[in-house]
């Protein structure tokens, strides 16, 4: 590394941390403090691109491919970097946040690659920044182990050569590091926070081991946006000393403005790019929010109606395969986001074979890999993608050059033919108000009725009773969906957890709360862009 200068970070409101010295070293603050000064104000600019081309979107009511990009579409010549051997067959990856027990038994998995979480997954406390920084610094170094405090149950790593390859995912743009300021009080993003303290401990360590840091980039809106993470990238190689193309980045195409610009996000990352994922649920919640004004054309039905087989998202995911691998890039599928019950072996068998379809069908497509919520999913998911794969590591070799999608297919919303139900809004509203609490918690990742929620799945669910208001939508019953419907439910909910739960335990919680934000970011006429922004002025920790 070179040598450090002072850096003038400050850290703001937090309670000091068991052993955050060995990840808050001054040597990792300078090379944060480096990052910050260079690239958020480039990050500030393309924050208020987003809202220019939000408001567009919003007169126009339509989004086409870009015309000054075109070049870069026409051009068959170029290719992103070829895969390196730890990152080339990735048929199976698992998602989760970074505590210490999570850490040890999704790299135990079975899975090719675990996506260490810092974003959906993860509720951004000062503990969950940093702790899950340190384990997986102790993760690469052996030294991590977990005794759980209530079954005394004990864990450990298996052999190097069975673990999972590790994919860490930073926050997003538009998320700050409020415990992290400068010598002005400017808040660092937490992009930079995660992507920097991890590059920093683990860059060279990870290349001993014969791997590399790997990133998953989130919410990306656009290819200057993955400009901007390539600068990054550059700039941290040249810091570290260690060759340019060691970091490695696939991007989650799970905004809709980023699904008109896939080959210029690979253009823009190619010595460092590995791949592209779909994202489901994030992606409608995108196609929500930007076209909130769209009338009905672009009301989407209950959530869980809108299946990776809609028109639509075929359009997206198919897009997404073909703009892979003619590019020589990894295509990664969704989530499988099923619990598997204890009680229940009914529920199991019809939920996995869901699953087994679900990945059969990915694989059927042409993705090299896809993704699961819970160990128990892996060998689905592993045996959908060796019927098709067998030995081979990927299938990037199979171009699909049948796909021919058009800008208009991407955003043809009214060809799906379900539509909103009143069982529909009283489970946005559920999740909306379970997932809350618990992230007020300071849990990320969070089991309910059978389905592992976070972040993105509350964002869809706030985004529907939002846009079923806004566009005066009428359910099954006959109701119209209005502001006083929302709320009824929403107090009916909360009547339902505080008998499902007991007087002490209701008290115990953050229901109220979770409650009034839900409602808060549902009902506001002014539409917040991200759940977390008001849910991250709340959070304790």
Not at 54 to 67: G, K, N
Request: overall charge negative.
């Amino acid at each position: 590394m070179s040598a450090p200068a002072p850096h003038p970070l400050a850290i703001v409101d937090a309670e000091p941390l068991p052993r955050q010295e060995e990840v808050l070293t001054e040597a990792a603050l300078a090379f944060v403090t480096e990052l910050h000064r260079r690239f958020t104000p480039r990050r500030d600019e393309l924050l208020a691109r987003r809202a220019e081309r939000r408001a567009e979107i919003a007169r126009t009511s339509t989004l086409d491919f870009l015309p000054e990009t075109s070049a870069v579409r026409a051009d068959d010549s170029w290719r992103v970097a070829p895969a390196p051997e730890a990152l080339n067959d990735r048929r199976v990856e698992i998602t989760g946040p970074t505590d210490r027990k999570m850490t040890i038994n999704a790299l135990n998995s079975g899975a090719k690659v675990w996506l260490a979480d810092f974003e959906d997954a993860s509720a951004p406390t000062w503990e969950n920044v940093i702790l899950g920084q340190l384990n997986l610094i102790n993760a690469y170094t052996r030294t991590i182990d977990f005794t759980d405090p209530v079954s005394g149950k004990s864990y450990a790593l298996r052999p190097d050569g069975e673990l999972a390859t590790v994919v860490t995912r930073p926050r997003g743009w538009h998320l700050n590091e409020r415990h992290l300021t400068d010598a002005d009080g400017t808040q660092v993003p937490g992009a930079l926070v995660d992507f920097g303290l991890y590059f920093f401990h683990n860059a060279q360590r990870l290349l001993d081991l014969g791997k590399g840091p790997y990133f998953y980039l989130p919410k990306t809106e656009s290819h200057l946006e993955a400009r901007l993470w390539n600068d990054v990238f550059v700039f941290a190689q040249d810091y570290a000393g260690i060759p340019q193309g060691t970091v490695r980045a696939t991007v989650l195409i799970e905004t809709i403005t980023a699904a008109y610009e896939m080959e210029e996000i690979l253009y823009e990352l190619r010595d460092h790019a590995s791949g592209l994922n779909a994202g489901r649920w994030d992606y409608l919640f995108s196609i929500v929010k930007n076209f909130r004004d769209g009338g009905e054309k672009f009301v989407l039905p209950d959530r869980n109606a809108v299946t990776m087989t809609a028109p639509f998202m075929r359009a997206y995911t198919e897009l997404l395969v073909h703009t892979c691998h003619k590019r020589g890039a990894h295509a990664i599928g969704g989530m499988a986001a099923f619990i598997p019950s204890r009680r229940d072996p009914e529920v199991n068998k019809i939920a996995f074979e869901k699953v087994r379809a679900d990945k059969d069908r990915e694989a059927n497509d042409g993705f090299d890999g896809s993704w699961v919520a819970h160990p128990d999913l892996v060998p689905i998911a592993l045996e959908s993608f060796d019927r098709v794969l067998g030995d081979r590591p990927n299938q990037k070799d199979r171009l699909r050059e049948d796909v021919d999608v058009s800008a208009a297919d991407l955003i043809a919303i009214d060809s799906l033919e379900a539509t909103p139900t009143y069982a529909g809004l009283v489970n946005a509203v559920q999740v909306g108000i379970r997932y809350i609490e618990a992230w007020l918690r300071g849990l990320g990742a969070v089991a309910i009725f059978n389905l592992m929620e976070d972040a993105a799945t509350a964002e869809i669910s706030r985004s529907q009773i939002w846009q079923w208001i806004n566009a005066g939508v009428v359910l099954d019953t006959g109701e119209l969906v209005t502001a006083e419907l929302a709320r009824r439910v929403a107090a009916e909910e909360l009547s339902n957890i505080r008998g499902e739960l007991g007087e002490e335990n209701f008290a115990a919680g953050h229901w109220q709360q979770a409650h009034d934000l839900l409602l808060t970011v549902a009902l506001d006429e002014d539409y917040a862009d991200f759940l977390t922004l008001p849910a991250y002025e709340q959070l304790k920790g």
